[in-house]
C-alpha cells in the first residue's frame, strides 16, 4: 500500500513564526496536494504539484508556500504563522485520478 | 467546472438502522465519483469509487453507492450501521482526463447505540 507520511501529527507554533510542514509518499507519485480542513468548511486546497519542482496555486495559497524539490517530498511552508492558520492540514498524493489519493494522517497546526 | 452538494452536513442513526447519505455533482463531461471515511483524527482514506461499468459499487465494510447519471447522484448507503461507522464522509468527483478532485463539504455520520 501507498503510504503518505506528514512528519507531525501535532504541532503548537508562536505567531509569526515560520512553519514546515513536511510530506514524503513512497510510491513515486507525480501528484501531490496539500489541503486544509475546518470544521463547516469542508478541504480546502492550498497548493498542489504535479512534478518535480513545480507547483499550482489551489483555491485559497495566500500565506502559504511549497517546495517540491524531489518527488517523493512536498512541503507547505507558512511565511509567518497567524491565529487564522490554525487549522488541520492534510497532504494527499496520487498516481491517476481513476486511483484516488492517498491521504496522510494530518497535522493539526495550532498557532497561539 | 464541477462541484459537489453533499446536501446533509450532519446525519444521526441509531445502531442497526438503514442510512444513506447523499451526494450530487454536477459537470457536463463524464467523471469518476468517489468516497472517503474520516475517523477521528485521521486522514482520508477511500471507501468506494466508480469508473466505469456496474453502477451500484460496494466497500469491504457493507457500504455501498449507486451512480445515477440521470441525477447526477453518488449516494452512499449502509443497511445496518454499527458505532465503528461514526466518521466524516466526503464524496468526491472528478473530470475522467484530469489530476484533479473535487470533493463535498462532508457529511457527520453518527451512529447512536
Known amino acids: 500500500d501507498v503510504k503518505v507520511t506528514q512528519s507531525s501529527r501535532y504541532l503548537v507554533k508562536r505567531t509569526g513564526e515560520k512553519v514546515f510542514l513536511e510530506c514524503v509518499q513512497d510510491?513515486?507519485?507525480?501528484?501531490m496536494f496539500w489541503y486544509r480542513q475546518d470544521p463547516g468548511l469542508g478541504l480546502r486546497l492550498i497548493y498542489f504539484?504535479?512534478?518535480?519542482?513545480?507547483?499550482e496555486k489551489g483555491d485559497i495559497p495566500e500565506g502559504y508556500s511549497v517546495s517540491r524539490e524531489k518527488k517523493e517530498r512536498f512541503s507547505l511552508i507558512l511565511e509567518s504563522a497567524s491565529t487564522n492558520q490554525t487549522s488541520m492540514y492534510l497532504c494527499a498524493s496520487s498516481f491517476r485520478v481513476p486511483y484516488g489519493y492517498t491521504f496522510g494522517s494530518g497535522t493539526r497546526l495550532t498557532v497561539v | 467546472a464541477q462541484s459537489v452538494t453533499q446536501l446533509d452536513s450532519q446525519v444521526p442513526v441509531f445502531e442497526e438502522a438503514p442510512v444513506e447519505l447523499r451526494c450530487n455533482y454536477s459537470s457536463s463531461v463524464s467523471v469518476y465519483l468517489f468516497w472517503y471515511v474520516q475517523y477521528p483524527n485521521q486522514g482520508l482514506q477511500l471507501l468506494l469509487k466508480y469508473l466505469s461499468g456496474s453502477t451500484l459499487v460496494e466497500s469491504i465494510n457493507g457500504f455501498e453507492a449507486e451512480f445515477n447519471k440521470s441525477q447526477t447522484s453518488f449516494h452512499l448507503r449502509k443497511p445496518s450501521v454499527h458505532i465503528s461507522d461514526t466518521a466524516e464522509y466526503f464524496c468526491?468527483?472528478?473530470?475522467?482526463?484530469?489530476?484533479?478532485?473535487?470533493f463535498g463539504g462532508g457529511t457527520r455520520l453518527m451512529v447512536k447505540p
Open positions: 468526491a468527483v472528478s473530470h475522467n482526463a484530469g489530476n484533479m478532485l473535487t
Open positions: 510510491m513515486d507519485h507525480e501528484n
Open positions: 504539484s504535479y512534478d518535480v519542482k513545480m507547483k
